[in-house]
């Protein structure tokens, strides 16, 4: 365990540090810090600590980032969505925060986002990277430190984080009512009390038009006879979420949710494109089926107009392309202002999820958290990764307890599923 005999070596070289410049002991406040103090002088040697390379490899649609440090220690972070052809923005990123303390997050954070105002850093690939390189800091900074995330977050309101199980029945395949009604009592079966279903689909044989997304009657008898199978399959008691990925407008919109009001929907999800949060409002006006959205909104200024108007109910920001975990305690401190529930979007790997799940336990607002059926049925996602424990119980993630985040990537099992011709931790 390198990275455990690394940490005694930190640790050790701290004691000597405190002697030779007699330090006295610091005191706290907070029994989660006490394991912490008691084992580091925070002001001798957490400032030797430094890094020194930045690496990352590429699976599906995540990049995973790797950063070292000169006491051997390293911390792992994962992008999504927006991060395909980032490989030199990592390095680029890397480059410049070698050789500084990555116990200082939010300051390299910040130091990378204000250096690319003219980059691209308001969103998309430069921020899904830098969600990355933000998560990695964190783990490495818990690791050092022997604490978990959630503590250098400031604690925690709850030990265990509720999820709800995307079903992936994806339309393309168009499953029938009875499909959905299977699906939803095959969660439900497995333990999850809440379940989400898509609802676009682009080649619905009601559809007149594949550009112009205005729903015909057809489509909408369409849906609702899904929805309307899974919620007769499941019950009252069980939540369901239906996503239309931003795929309609405005009149869909309106439609759909007023039409899906007697089925009790937790929320509908993303009706119409991210851009525009006025519309959103129109829509959410028009129901009382709670709208959500935020999964394709970057850092908090992203959700400042969403909240400030009103216009959504619920906010879902992806803490894997939105900025990273401090930045979505901040959007969820954010939205806590405005009595608005915090549930993640997460379509990552297990990585994704046990960080996301720190920052879940760590804000007054949290609601619920995505969990995807894939972690159950391809075993790509067990050989990616590092974890001792059960991933998910009755709907349930135990927030780890270990240093950092509690999951650490494995190189070796990721390479069967590299992107070819990407370097690989190089």
Same mark, same amino acid.
């Given at each position: 365990?390198?990275?455990?005999?690394? /940490?005694?070596? !930190? @640790?050790?070289? +701290?004691?000597?540090?405190?002697?030779?410049?007699?330090?006295?002991? &610091?005191? =706290?406040?907070?029994?989660?810090?006490?394991?912490?103090?008691?084992?580091?002088?925070?002001?001798?040697?957490?400032?030797?600590?430094?890094?020194?390379?930045?690496?990352?490899?590429?699976?599906?649609?995540?990049?995973?980032?790797?950063?070292?440090?000169?006491?051997?220690?390293?911390?792992?972070?994962?992008?999504?969505?927006?991060?395909?052809?980032?490989?030199?923005?990592?390095?680029?990123?890397?480059?410049?925060?070698?050789?500084?303390?990555?116990?200082?997050?939010?300051?390299?954070?910040?130091?990378?986002? /204000?250096?690319? !105002? @003219?980059?691209? +850093?308001?969103?998309?690939?430069?921020?899904?990277?830098?969600?990355? &390189?933000? =998560?990695?800091?964190?783990?490495?900074?818990?690791?050092?430190?022997?604490?978990?995330?959630?503590?250098?977050?400031?604690?925690?309101?709850?030990?265990?984080?509720?999820?709800?199980?995307?079903?992936?029945?994806?339309?393309?395949?168009?499953?029938?009512?009875?499909?959905?009604?299977?699906?939803?009592?095959?969660?439900?079966?497995?333990?999850?009390?809440?379940?989400?279903?898509?609802?676009?689909?682009?080649?619905?044989?009601?559809?007149?038009?594949?550009?112009?997304?205005?729903?015909?009657?057809?489509?909408? /008898?369409?849906?609702?006879?899904?929805? +309307?199978?899974?919620?007769?399959?499941?019950?009252?008691?069980?939540? &369901?979420?239906?996503?239309?990925?931003?795929?309609?407008?405005?009149?869909?919109?309106?439609?759909?949710?007023?039409?899906?009001?007697?089925?009790?929907?937790?929320?509908?999800?993303?009706?119409?494109?991210?851009?525009?949060?006025?519309?959103?409002?129109?829509?959410?006006?028009?129901?009382?089926?709670?709208?959500?959205?935020?999964?394709?909104?970057?850092?908090?200024?992203?959700?400042?107009?969403?909240?400030?108007?009103?216009?959504?109910?619920?906010?879902?920001?992806?803490?894997?392309?939105?900025?990273?975990?401090?930045?979505?305690?901040?959007?969820?401190?954010?939205?806590?202002?405005?009595?608005?529930?915090?549930?993640?979007?997460?379509?990552?790997?297990?990585?994704?999820?046990?960080?996301?799940?720190?920052?879940?336990?760590?804000?007054?607002?949290?609601?619920?958290?995505?969990?995807?059926?894939?972690?159950?049925?391809?075993?790509?996602?067990?050989?990616?990764?590092?974890?001792?424990?059960?991933?998910?119980?009755?709907?349930?993630?135990?927030?780890?307890?270990?240093?950092?985040?509690?999951?650490?990537?494995?190189?070796?099992?990721?390479?069967?599923?590299?992107?070819?011709?990407?370097?690989?931790?190089?």
């Amino acid at each position: 365990m390198e990275n455990q005999s690394s /940490r005694r070596s !930190f @640790f050790k070289k +701290a004691a000597i540090a405190a002697a030779m410049t007699n330090i006295a002991p &610091i005191t =706290t406040f907070g029994q989660g810090y006490q394991t912490a103090i008691d084992k580091t002088p925070k002001m001798s040697s957490p400032s030797d600590l430094k890094i020194t390379d930045v690496k990352c490899g590429y699976v599906k649609g995540s990049v995973f980032v790797k950063i070292y440090s000169n006491q051997g220690i390293w911390g792992c972070g994962e992008g999504v969505d927006a991060i395909p052809g980032t490989y030199h923005l990592v390095k680029n990123f890397g480059n410049r925060i070698k050789g500084k303390n990555p116990l200082n997050v939010h300051r390299l954070f910040e130091d990378i986002r /204000r250096g690319g !105002f @003219f980059q691209g +850093a308001q969103s998309g690939m430069y921020v899904a990277v830098l969600s990355a &390189i933000e =998560t990695a800091l964190w783990d490495l900074a818990g690791k050092a430190l022997n604490l978990p995330v959630y503590q250098l977050l400031g604690g925690k309101f709850r030990d265990k984080v509720r999820v709800y199980c995307d079903t992936a029945l994806y339309q393309r395949n168009l499953p029938t009512p009875k499909d959905f009604a299977e699906a939803a009592l095959k969660s439900k079966n497995m333990g999850f009390n809440a379940i989400k279903f898509d609802l676009d689909q682009a080649n619905d044989p009601g559809k007149y038009d594949l550009y112009n997304w205005t729903a015909s009657p057809k489509e909408l /008898r369409r849906m609702y006879d899904q929805i +309307a199978a899974a919620r007769e399959a499941v019950g009252p008691d069980i939540d &369901i979420c239906v996503d239309m990925h931003g795929r309609y407008d405005a009149p869909t919109g309106q439609a759909v949710a007023k039409m899906l009001e007697p089925l009790k929907l937790m929320w509908l999800e993303e009706p119409i494109p991210a851009e525009n949060p006025e519309v959103y409002k129109t829509i959410s006006d028009s129901t009382t089926t709670p709208i959500c959205a935020g999964e394709n909104h970057y850092l908090a200024h992203g959700f400042r107009r969403l909240l400030e108007i009103g216009a959504v109910d619920i906010i879902m920001p992806d803490l894997q392309k939105a900025g990273g975990l401090g930045e979505g305690q901040r959007i969820a401190n954010l939205s806590n202002l405005y009595y608005v529930p915090f549930a993640p979007h997460m379509v990552a790997s297990f990585l994704g999820a046990m960080a996301s799940a720190h920052v879940c336990a760590s804000v007054p607002n949290f609601l619920i958290l995505e969990w995807q059926s894939y972690f159950h049925t391809d075993p790509m996602f067990k050989d990616i990764v590092k974890y001792e424990g059960e991933w998910v119980s009755n709907s349930f993630i135990t927030v780890s307890e270990k240093p950092g985040i509690g999951v650490d990537i494995n190189e070796e099992g990721m390479k069967k599923y590299a992107i070819p011709n990407v370097p690989f931790f190089e």
